[in-house]
């Protein structure tokens, strides 16, 4: 069964400096990883996606993700970070089977940016 | 752009009641979702639909049953109400995709307590 881990509840980083939101993941066959943020009292909104080709990925906002197949990873990654940045960020994964499948979240990481 | 819009922000209901959550996109996305978050969690999957009239229970259906009588409406029914079901509720919608390699596009959700 997929399955997505997200292994930091919580990720403290200062203003300027780059950010790191790890997700790690476990699917057969080939697969489809997404990336969403959700800010105070709304829904998520989608950043970015996997699908194939360039394992770097650039998404919403500045923010980038890195496919790493040998260690199924697709960490979040930014340069540098912006206190507006603070929510909660949600890796996902389809398997990529058919058409109605749904994805599998994590558990999400609430990242933090300090002044 | 892609509008979820859920019928209420913030619900406060009695235990026994019957509740109804309504969903509408206006993307004409064939799948839909209901998920509940709840701090720990993550996102849980209650059902989905990719397509009018159907259903699928995703991992969490106790307690709950859905309703898809038009492509761009899904409504999301607690039978009878327990403070259990005191939660976030998300709803979702997509495009089919072959494979499912297309994002989410959520609403903001809808806060539910029940009393």
């Known amino acids: 069964a997929q399955s997505v881990a997200q292994p930091e509840d919580q990720v403290n980083v200062a203003e300027g400096n780059p950010l790191t939101v790890k997700c790690t993941y476990s699917v057969s066959g080939n697969p489809y990883l997404f990336w969403y943020v959700q800010y105070p009292n709304r829904g998520l909104q989608f950043l970015l996606k996997y699908i194939t080709g360039d394992n770097l990925v650039k998404g919403s906002y500045g923010f980038e993700a890195e496919f790493n197949k040998s260690q199924t990873s697709f960490h979040l990654k930014k340069p540098s970070a912006l206190v507006s940045d603070s929510a909660l960020y949600f890796c996902?994964?389809?398997?990529?089977?058919?058409?109605?499948?749904?994805?599998?979240f994590g558990k999400g990481t609430r990242l933090s940016v300090i002044a | 752009d892609v509008k979820v819009t859920q019928s209420s922000r913030y619900l406060v209901k009695r235990t026994g009641e019957k509740v109804f959550l309504e969903c509408v996109q206006d993307?004409?996305?064939?799948?839909m979702f209901w998920y509940r978050q709840d701090p720990g969690l993550g996102l849980r999957l209650i059902y989905f639909?990719?397509?009018?009239?159907?259903?699928e229970k995703g991992d969490i259906p106790e307690g709950y049953s859905v309703s898809r009588e038009k492509k761009e409406r899904f409504s999301l029914i607690l039978e009878s109400a327990s403070t259990n079901q005191t939660s976030m509720y998300l709803c979702a919608s997509s495009l089919i995709g072959i494979p499912s390699n297309q994002p989410q596009h959520f609403g903001d959700g809808t806060r539910l307590s029940i009393l």
């Open positions: 639909s990719y397509d009018v009239k159907m259903k």
């Open positions: 996902a994964v389809s398997p990529g089977l058919t058409g109605n499948t749904p994805l599998v």
């Open positions: 993307m004409d996305h064939e799948n």
